[in-house]
């Protein structure tokens, strides 16, 4: 395998330090790194007081490549600036297919609640599917061209790595997933999540993301402005 290793101090952590990495490690991190593509496992040590380090190890050594980059700064601007979207403008992202059971519908409608807060606010949709064209005659029904953008298929070595790190948050509102792999790629990559109650998604999200009722726009449109 291809190892590396990542370690931060804790000469200088509070004295809980040691009790929040332990919750870190369960509540979070492990569902961070479950389903990353190419890691065949992640280990963590902590000696209290001193350090605490995590590491990973990949199958390949391109692998071990794509996620060091995956963390350098600058991957969601990379994505910004390559759809024209402005450094500052409050991004919601959908990446899943774009099918009529994703409940999609519903996020444009959630969107159009929180523009009344925050005109400014740009939902982006990644992927494809059949109900595509029925999504993009809703959104210029709403009048919400300028507003949302479709990306289509993104490749996952660096282009939807670079997506969910220019997000600012991440939506999701299926009422029939069964596995909720988005969300752990979105953890992964340091997004906040907000999804739905009553599907596989609220149990991988419990603890991590903020939870909502699948039918309340209103619930989810708060939900992303908090």
Do not use: C, M, S
């Given at each position: 395998g291809y190892g590396l290793t990542v370690r931060w101090s804790l000469e200088d952590a509070p004295d809980d330090a040691a009790d929040?990495?332990?919750e870190y490690v369960v509540g979070t991190s492990i569902a961070r790194f479950m389903f990353l593509d190419g890691l065949a496992f992640k280990v963590w040590r902590m000696r209290a007081g001193e350090w605490f380090e995590g590491t990973y190890v990949f199958d390949t050594d391109q692998d071990r490549?794509?996620?060091?980059?995956?963390?350098?700064?600058?991957?969601?601007?990379?994505?910004?600036?390559?759809?024209?979207?402005?450094?500052d403008r409050p991004l919601l992202l959908y990446v899943g297919r774009v099918a009529h059971e994703k409940n999609i519908d519903f996020l444009v409608h959630?969107?159009?609640?929180?523009?009344?807060a925050r005109p400014d606010a740009l939902l982006v949709i990644a992927g494809e599917g059949p109900a595509r064209e029925h999504l993009a005659g809703l959104v210029a029904a709403l009048d919400l061209a300028h507003a949302v953008l479709f990306v289509g298929y993104l490749e996952r070595a660096q282009a939807l790595r670079d997506c969910y790190a220019a997000a600012d948050v991440f939506v999701f509102a299926s009422r029939t997933e069964t596995q909720g792999l988005v969300l752990l790629e979105a953890m992964a990559q340091g997004t906040p999540v907000v999804t739905s109650l009553g599907t596989a998604?609220?149990?991988v999200g419990r603890g991590a993301a903020i939870l909502v009722d699948p039918t309340d726009a209103r619930a989810l449109a708060d939900a992303v402005a908090s």
């Open positions: 929040q990495l332990r490549k794509i996620f060091r980059d995956g963390f350098e700064p600058g991957a969601g601007a990379r994505f910004r600036a390559a759809h024209g979207i402005a450094a959630a969107f159009v609640e929180l523009r009344a998604t609220e149990e």
